[in-house]
C-alpha cells in the first residue's frame, strides 16, 4: 500500500488529491468539481459520487481512481463506481447491524435495571447484502490458426444459354479500280455495192468548117496510035462512047476539137445504206477481281450479361439426380416448345433435301426453245462459283461434236425437260475454249441450284 507521502506526490495538480487520517487505515480523496469540467459522463459522475461519500475510496486503491478520472478513462472510471457501490452498500449494512446490536443490548440492560428476570431472545434478521462484481477486464490474444485443407478437384459445369448478337455495320466504301481494256478490232473489207443510174447526155456539135483544095486534073489520052497517025475507027468510036472522068482520091485532114464536158451534180445527196453485222466481242480477262478489304477500326463487340450467374454447390447424387431431370425434361418437351435453333437446323435440312441434285438432273431431258432434242445432260460441273450443264454435243452451237457448258440461269423446267433459253456470245466462247475433264463432274448426291 502506498504511504500517504507518495500518494500526495502523485496526485499533486490532479482533480483528486489523497488525504490521510493517520492512523486510520482509510483512504480518502478531495475531489475539485471545478476541474471534472469537459471529462466523460462517467469520470464526472465517479467524481460526484466521491465528493458524496466524503472522499471515501474505501475499496479501490487510490492511484487507479486517481488515473482514471485525471486520464479520463470512461470505462475505468465506470467500474471503480460500481466497486465504490459496492463497498459502500455493504458498509452501511455492517453500520445497520452494529446499531441495532447495541439498541438490543441497551434494551436488556434497562431490564436488568428493572430487576426483571428473563430470558432474551434477539433474533437478528438476514442482512440484504447486494454485491456488485464490476465487470472483469479479460484479453484473450489468440494465435493464428494453422488451417490445413485439402480440397479435391471441383468440377463446374456451365449451362450458358444461347447468347443473342446484333451486329451493326456501317456503311461499306466499296472502291473499285477498273484498268482500262486493251480493245483490239479486226474490221473486215467491207461489201460495197454502188447502183448507178444512167446519166443524161446532152451533146451541141457545131456547124463543121470545111474547105477544099482542088489543084488543076492532069489529063493524059492515049489513042495507041503514033503522032501523025489516024486512029481506026472502032477504036475512035470505043473512045468517045467511055466515061471521060476519072475520080481519084484526095487528102482530107480533119481537125477535132477536145469537146467541152460540164458535169452537173445531182441537186439531191446520194442514198448511202449501210448494213453492219453485229461484232463479236470476246472478253478475256482476270479471273477474279483483286479484291482488297481495310478495316478502318477495329469492331466494337458489347457483350451484355442479361442476369447475374446462378452458382450451385452439389454433392455427386445432387449432380445426377439434376442431370436425370434435364434428360427427361428434354425427352417430354412438346415439338412446339423445342429448341427454335433445332428447329432452324431442321427446316434447314427440310428445305435442303427438297433441293434437285445431279442424279435428278441426268434423268431429264434437255430441248431448246423450238423443240430440238439434245439428249440427256453429261453432267453438272461447278466453274468460279457458278454451275453449269454440260451437254454432249455443242452442235446448236455452231461448234460441233463437242462437250459444251450452258450456265444453269439459262436453263427453265419444263416437267420433266430441261428447256435452254438464249445463250450469248461470252457463253459460247467459253463453250469453244472448254476442254471437258470428268474429275470436275459433281457427284450425283449434290444439290443443283435451279432458278426456275
Given at each position: 500500500?502506498?504511504n500517504p507521502a507518495?500518494?500526495k ?5 490532479s482533480?483528486l488529491t ?6 486510520s487505515?482509510?483512504?480518502?480523496l478531495?475531489v475539485?468539481?471545478a476541474e ?9 459522475s465517479?467524481g ?43 458498509a ?21 435495571e428493572?430487576t426483571i428476570?428473563?430470558e432474551?431472545?434477539v433474533?437478528v434478521p438476514?442482512p440484504?447484502v ?8 479479460v ?7 494453422q488451417?490445413?485443407?485439402?480440397d ?8 450458358q444459354?444461347?447468347?443473342e ?7 461499306i466504301?466499296v472502291?473499285v ?9 479486226l474490221q ?14 446532152e451533146v ?5 468548117e ?12 492515049g489513042l ?7 486512029a481506026?475507027?472502032?477504036q475512035a ?14 487528102n ?6 477536145q ?11 446520194p ?21 482488297t478489304?481495310?478495316?478502318?477500326e ?14 450451385t ?12 431431370g ?19 437446323a431442321?427446316?434447314?435440312?427440310a ?13 431429264m431431258?434437255?430441248v431448246t426453245?423450238d423443240?430440238?432434242d439434245?439428249?440427256n ?13 454440260l451437254l ?5 452451237m ?16 419444263n416437267?420433266?425437260?430441261?428447256v ?6 461470252a457463253?459460247i ?11 470436275q463432274?459433281?457427284q450425283?448426291d ?5 432458278t426456275?
Amino acid at each position: 500500500m502506498n504511504n500517504p507521502a507518495n500518494l500526495k506526490a502523485l496526485l499533486a495538480g490532479s482533480v483528486l488529491t489523497a488525504a490521510f487520517a493517520v492512523p486510520s487505515s482509510a483512504q480518502t480523496l478531495n475531489v475539485d468539481i471545478a476541474e471534472l469540467e469537459g471529462k466523460s459522463e462517467e469520470c464526472r459522475s465517479l467524481g460526484q459520487f466521491i465528493a458524496d461519500q466524503g472522499g471515501s475510496i474505501a475499496g479501490a486503491e487510490p492511484t487507479r481512481v486517481a488515473d482514471a478520472v485525471n486520464n479520463d478513462v470512461a470505462q475505468e472510471c465506470a467500474d471503480i463506481q460500481a466497486l465504490l457501490t459496492t463497498e459502500a452498500g455493504a458498509a452501511q449494512d455492517s453500520a445497520t447491524a452494529e446499531a441495532e446490536a447495541e439498541a438490543t443490548t441497551e434494551s436488556v440492560v434497562t431490564s436488568e435495571e428493572a430487576t426483571i428476570v428473563g430470558e432474551a431472545v434477539v433474533r437478528v434478521p438476514e442482512p440484504n447484502v447486494d454485491v456488485r462484481v464490476p465487470r472483469p477486464e479479460v484479453t484473450v490474444r489468440q494465435a493464428p490458426p494453422q488451417v490445413s485443407v485439402q480440397d479435391g478437384a471441383a468440377q463446374i459445369e456451365v449451362e450458358q444459354a444461347q447468347p443473342e448478337i446484333a451486329v451493326e455495320i456501317p456503311t461499306i466504301n466499296v472502291r473499285v479500280t477498273m484498268p482500262a481494256p486493251s480493245i483490239y478490232v479486226l474490221q473486215g473489207d467491207p461489201q460495197v455495192s454502188v447502183t448507178e443510174a444512167d446519166p443524161q447526155v446532152e451533146v451541141v456539135q457545131g456547124e463543121p468548117e470545111i474547105i477544099v483544095t482542088q489543084p488543076d486534073p492532069q489529063l493524059d489520052i492515049g489513042l495507041g496510035v503514033a503522032q501523025g497517025e489516024q486512029a481506026p475507027t472502032d477504036q475512035a468510036q470505043d473512045t468517045a462512047e467511055g466515061d471521060g472522068a476519072q475520080q481519084v482520091s484526095g487528102n482530107v485532114d480533119l481537125e477535132q476539137q477536145q469537146p467541152i464536158v460540164s458535169f452537173v451534180a445531182p441537186a439531191e445527196e446520194p442514198q448511202v445504206d449501210i448494213t453492219r453485222a453485229e461484232p463479236e466481242v470476246s472478253f478475256s480477262g482476270a479471273t477474279q477481281p483483286n479484291v482488297t478489304i481495310t478495316m478502318t477500326e477495329e469492331p466494337t463487340v458489347d457483350v451484355q450479361m442479361t442476369g447475374e450467374p446462378r452458382v450451385t454447390i452439389e454433392t455427386p447424387e445432387e449432380r445426377e439426380q439434376r442431370r436425370a431431370g434435364q434428360q427427361a425434361a428434354a425427352t417430354d418437351t412438346p415439338v412446339g416448345m423445342a429448341d427454335p435453333a433445332a428447329g432452324g437446323a431442321d427446316a434447314g435440312a427440310a428445305a435442303n433435301a427438297g433441293q434437285m441434285t445431279v442424279g435428278d438432273v441426268m434423268l431429264m431431258t434437255v430441248v431448246t426453245a423450238d423443240g430440238q432434242d439434245l439428249g440427256n445432260p453429261e453432267g453438272v460441273i461447278d466453274m468460279q462459283g457458278q454451275q453449269y450443264l454440260l451437254l454432249s454435243s455443242g452442235g446448236f452451237m455452231g461448234l460441233g461434236d463437242k462437250v459444251v457448258p450452258v450456265p444453269l440461269t439459262v436453263v427453265s423446267m419444263n416437267g420433266e425437260q430441261l428447256v435452254l433459253g438464249t445463250v450469248t456470245e461470252a457463253d459460247i466462247q467459253r463453250a469453244r475454249d472448254f476442254q471437258y475433264d470428268e474429275n470436275q463432274a459433281m457427284q450425283e448426291d449434290q444439290p443443283v441450284a435451279m432458278t426456275n
